[in-house]
């Protein structure tokens, strides 16, 4: 089946770190960029990184730059997103997304994992 | 930095024609490829249109897109509204300088 699951998600103290994974079945992981976004409660969509297709490259929102890490395990067809000094405005549902383009940017993301919630907060 | 403007909602009745539109800060919207999103309560967001007026493969062609080079704007038209478009919608397009994803702030349409 085509799919991508997150897990990792959950409650965390201000301060404190959190490990995101999204695991990625039934296509070619090793071939496209992946991308992280997310969402805070009852608000719109943020982009919040994205690595090429071979973990070479990444690139981050200014808003989690030096934060957060993006990063991937082509073997284990996995996308990670390491977070850390996290603030209360970090707190948001996580979704990892596929871009359709072989080895490039499109835009076209065809493909979005259920999201995970993180919740920041005392 | 690139930033994309949208109106917060939009309202029209069943049958009718709507168009929601996403406005550039900078630059030419045109200059990299504008898409569109629908996003249901409770959902991750599914694409509707790519490279500015592209339909995916399952879209149906009630949904169209547009650029507007001289107002630096795209465009979102959902034609024969149908009560299951209610939903909302965002544009994106990429900043190339800055390699990164800029997202409108999302138009919710009630039908």
């Known amino acids: 089946e085509v799919q991508l699951v997150e897990s990792g998600g959950g409650v965390v103290q201000p301060g404190g770190s959190l490990r995101l994974s999204c695991a990625a079945s039934?296509?070619?992981?090793?071939?496209?960029?992946m991308h992280w976004v997310r969402q805070p409660p009852g608000k719109g969509l943020e982009w919040v990184a994205h690595v090429t297709w071979d973990g070479v490259q990444t690139y981050y929102a200014d808003s989690v730059e030096g934060r957060f890490t993006v990063s991937r395990d082509n073997s284990k067809k996995t996308l990670h997103l390491q977070m850390n000094s996290l603030k209360t405005e970090d707190t948001a549902t996580y979704f990892c997304?596929?871009?359709?383009?072989?080895?490039?940017?499109?835009?076209?993301?065809?493909?979005w994992g259920q999201g995970a919630l993180v919740t920041v907060s005392s | 930095n690139l930033m994309l403007t949208q109106p917060h909602s939009v309202s029209e009745s069943p049958g009718k024609t709507v168009t929601i539109s996403c406005t550039g800060n900078s630059g030419t919207i045109a200059a990299n490829y504008v898409q569109w999103y629908q996003q249901r309560p409770g959902s991750a967001p599914t694409i509707v249109i790519y490279e500015h007026d592209q339909r995916p493969s399952g879209v149906p062609d009630r949904f169209s897109g547009s650029i507007d080079s001289s107002s630096n704007s795209a465009s979102l038209i959902i034609s024969g509204l149908k009560t299951e478009d209610e939903a909302d919608y965002y544009c994106?397009?990429?900043?190339?300088?800055?390699?990164?994803?800029?997202f409108g702030g999302g138009t919710k349409l009630t039908v």
């Open positions: 994106q397009s990429y900043d190339t300088f800055r390699h990164s994803v800029a």
């Open positions: 997304a596929k871009d359709i383009a072989d080895r490039d940017y499109s835009g076209y993301w065809d493909l």
């Open positions: 039934g296509f070619f992981f090793e071939d496209h960029i």
